[in-house]
């Protein structure tokens, strides 16, 4: 829908007022390459995006997360990341049984 949209405005307005973001000197965190757990409070400054890895809330992926979401609220009370943490646990209870069900051969 938004790619239509755009569409929509760069034919109406024949691409001379199209908004441009830069990024120069920013870059994201990518599923590809996965590495939360050597990021610092430096570096999470000229990230702009994160891609997380796929299926987040295996637990096993909800380990390689847990670093970015700490390093978030870095300075926060803890009690946001418990949240995190119990949402993750709880969401995957409830799809654990498709998830299992789904791996098999």
């Not at 610092?40 to 891609?51: C, G, P, V």
């Not at 909800?62 to 300075?75: A, F, S």
Request: glycine fraction near 2%.
């Amino acid at each position: 829908m938004v790619s239509i949209r755009i569409a929509e405005w760069v034919a109406r307005y024949n691409n001379k007022d199209i908004y441009k973001v830069s990024d120069k000197g920013f870059k994201r965190i990518d599923r590809e390459s996965w590495n939360a757990d050597e990021l610092d409070e430096a570096t999470i400054q000229k990230l702009y995006d994160a891609h997380l890895p796929v299926k987040p809330f295996l637990p096993e992926q909800w380990k390689t997360i847990r670093p970015l979401v700490k390093l978030l609220y870095v300075g926060s009370d803890s009690w946001k990341v418990r949240w995190c943490d119990q949402y993750a646990k709880e969401f995957y209870s409830k799809v654990q049984n498709y998830v299992t069900f789904n791996d098999l051969d």
